[in-house]
């Protein structure tokens, strides 16, 4: 890739020669500053799924500080940081090779606390209006973005053959805010964190007291200098530098969109369960504590994404993706199956165990995918652009696996959206979330097939 007469091969943060593909290159600096990037990048991604998906919990608490808002209504503010977090993700999935690396972290970062100082000063006053909140849901989309940006930004550190678990592990733990926040919000929001300046609790009917405020506050200070760490620790990549019509070629590009459907299929699943899981619970099973079980669904899969990178670079993403579908269709109908239907009064840890099955694969799939989409451009581009170079092509791989990688993820976080809708339809409609579950286990069916029939049978037009 591009060489300098630097000898640092740096100037300042932007690195003007980045070649991860060399090993001795590789070996002597650039896995240092890879690594560094990564351990800055994946507690800024955590908080931004942290404040993206505080809304999961802040709606169940809501009406216990007097916020008399339906079930619908609270399902709308549960699912509308997924609309906006998706929506931004698309735009977030080009600003890399724009902006830079460590420019974009910074000021992404930095930008979630509109949305945390919005919650804490907005739920403090019983006149707040509903379209307030549904202003400050919107704007904890902001959180969602960063994920499409961060993948990208941490693709273009990494040689191949390391690339799935580096990206699985950016990932994963990022996805450990969803979790974090689940475990942590509950807590924070049954103390005074911060004395006076915090504001005073709220007043329960009980006679107890909650400071919810603390859902949005407590981020803050991590925020702040998580944002520092970003613009002082890490780097920008010179070659990563490409044009907004540049990265457009994705588009034009078959697999991208095959990608998206999978990445739906894993990723949605495992963002929009994140969101709807607290509500669901609550809803279907009144009579148990669900905060206090909330967090355990998205701490599986964030793990399980973070801990499998590895299977998929051994045993081929398309192997492991189809499994992991079927799978998944299993664990669905399980869930189903444990639900309070007709007479049945259900069964809460059946149901629960289903769950967590079905966030454990969707981290096994969200890593899996991820690691496919290097290996399929690693064979189109040659097939396509049989014109470049082997220095070109490798270049124009790097970069549109990088663009794909953000481009799926922007498409699948919708997922975070129509989840929690589509059980709101289905309790309307039907009474219960069956009929939401029915369709999301025939989406897997379609996404096991497609994944057989591209990329994991016997003579796969594009084997990985």
Same mark, same amino acid.
């Given at each position: 890739?591009?060489?300098?007469?630097? %000898?640092?091969?740096?100037?300042?943060?932007?690195?003007?020669?980045?070649?991860?593909?060399?090993?001795?290159?590789?070996?002597?600096?650039?896995?240092?500053?890879?690594?560094?990037?990564?351990?800055?990048?994946? %507690?800024?991604?955590?908080?931004?799924? *942290?404040?993206?998906?505080?809304?999961?919990?802040?709606?169940?608490?809501?009406?216990?500080?007097?916020?008399?808002?339906?079930?619908?209504?609270?399902?709308?503010?549960?699912?509308?940081?997924?609309?906006?977090?998706?929506?931004?993700?698309?735009?977030?999935?080009?600003?890399?090779?724009?902006?830079?690396?460590?420019?974009?972290?910074?000021?992404?970062?930095?930008?979630?606390?509109?949305?945390?100082?919005?919650?804490?000063?907005?739920?403090?006053?019983?006149?707040?209006?509903?379209?307030?909140?549904?202003?400050?849901?919107?704007?904890?989309?902001?959180?969602?973005?960063?994920?499409?940006?961060?993948?990208?930004?941490?693709?273009?550190?990494?040689?191949?053959?390391?690339?799935?678990?580096?990206?699985?592990?950016?990932?994963?733990?990022?996805?450990?805010?969803?979790?974090?926040?689940?475990?942590? #919000?509950?807590? #924070?929001?049954?103390?005074?964190?911060?004395?006076?300046?915090?504001?005073?609790?709220?007043?329960?009917?009980?006679?107890?007291?909650?400071?919810?405020?603390?859902?949005?506050?407590?981020?803050?200070?991590?925020?702040?200098?998580? *944002?520092?760490?970003?613009?002082?620790?890490?780097?920008?990549?010179?070659?990563?530098?490409?044009?907004?019509?540049?990265?457009?070629?994705?588009?034009?590009?078959?697999?991208?969109? #095959?990608?998206?459907?999978?990445?739906?299929?894993?990723?949605?699943?495992?963002?929009?369960?994140?969101?709807?899981?607290?509500?669901?619970?609550?809803?279907?099973?009144?009579?148990?504590?669900?905060?206090?079980?909330?967090?355990?669904?998205?701490?599986?899969?964030?793990?399980?994404?973070?801990?499998?990178?590895?299977?998929?670079?051994?045993?081929?993403?398309?192997?492991?993706?189809?499994?992991?579908?079927?799978?998944?269709?299993?664990?669905?109908?399980?869930?189903?199956?444990?639900?309070?239907?007709?007479?049945?009064?259900?069964?809460?840890?059946?149901?629960?165990?289903?769950?967590?099955?079905?966030?454990?694969?969707?981290?096994?799939?969200?890593?899996?995918?991820?690691?496919?989409?290097?290996?399929?451009?690693?064979?189109?581009?040659?097939?396509?652009?049989?014109?470049?170079?082997?220095?070109?092509?490798?270049?124009?791989?790097?970069?549109?696996?990088?663009?794909?990688?953000?481009?799926?993820?922007?498409?699948?976080?919708?997922?975070?959206?129509?989840?929690?809708?589509?059980?709101?339809?289905?309790?309307?409609?039907?009474?219960?979330?069956?009929?939401?579950?029915?369709?999301?286990?025939?989406?897997?069916?379609?996404?096991?097939?497609?994944?057989?029939?591209?990329?994991?049978?016997?003579?796969?037009?594009?084997?990985?």
């Amino acid at each position: 890739m591009a060489t300098t007469d630097h %000898p640092s091969g740096r100037t300042g943060h932007v690195l003007t020669d980045w070649r991860p593909e060399d090993p001795e290159f590789w070996a002597g600096k650039g896995k240092a500053i890879a690594t560094r990037n990564l351990w800055i990048s994946i %507690p800024n991604l955590l908080m931004a799924f *942290s404040v993206w998906m505080v809304w999961s919990v802040v709606v169940a608490k809501m009406p216990a500080i007097g916020f008399d808002f339906s079930v619908g209504e609270r399902f709308w503010l549960a699912a509308l940081p997924g609309l906006s977090g998706a929506t931004l993700r698309i735009f977030y999935s080009f600003m890399i090779p724009i902006f830079g690396g460590r420019r974009w972290t910074a000021i992404a970062t930095a930008s979630l606390l509109l949305p945390a100082l919005g919650i804490g000063f907005a739920i403090q006053d019983p006149e707040t209006s509903y379209t307030t909140f549904l202003i400050l849901a919107l704007m904890c989309g902001f959180g969602g973005g960063n994920f499409a940006s961060s993948m990208a930004n941490i693709a273009y550190f990494y040689p191949k053959k390391v690339k799935g678990q580096a990206l699985a592990m950016n990932a994963g733990l990022g996805n450990l805010g969803v979790s974090v926040m689940q475990f942590a #919000v509950p807590l #924070v929001i049954t103390m005074g964190v911060f004395g006076a300046l915090g504001g005073a609790p709220q007043e329960l009917s009980d006679g107890g007291q909650l400071w919810l405020q603390n859902a949005g506050f407590i981020w803050v200070p991590f925020l702040i200098a998580g *944002s520092l760490a970003a613009w002082f620790g890490m780097n920008d990549i010179a070659d990563a530098k490409a044009s907004l019509g540049q990265q457009m070629t994705i588009l034009k590009r078959y697999h991208n969109w #095959v990608m998206c459907v999978l990445y739906i299929g894993t990723f949605g699943s495992f963002i929009g369960y994140s969101a709807g899981f607290p509500l669901l619970m609550r809803t279907q099973f009144p009579d148990v504590d669900a905060l206090q079980f909330a967090f355990l669904g998205p701490l599986v899969g964030a793990l399980s994404r973070a801990g499998t990178g590895w299977v998929s670079d051994r045993f081929g993403g398309g192997r492991v993706t189809f499994w992991v579908f079927l799978g998944m269709i299993v664990a669905v109908l399980g869930a189903v199956w444990f639900l309070p239907l007709g007479d049945s009064t259900g069964n809460f840890w059946g149901f629960f165990a289903c769950f967590m099955a079905l966030f454990f694969l969707t981290g096994v799939g969200n890593a899996s995918t991820f690691q496919m989409i290097p290996s399929i451009m690693k064979q189109e581009i040659p097939r396509l652009e049989p014109q470049l170079d082997g220095t070109h092509s490798q270049r124009m791989i790097e970069r549109e696996s990088a663009a794909i990688i953000a481009f799926t993820s922007a498409i699948a976080a919708y997922g975070a959206f129509f989840i929690p809708k589509l059980y709101g339809t289905s309790i309307d409609a039907t009474g219960g979330p069956a009929a939401a579950l029915y369709g999301f286990a025939a989406f897997y069916v379609l996404c096991a097939g497609v994944t057989w029939f591209y990329y994991s049978r016997k003579n796969a037009p594009v084997p990985c």
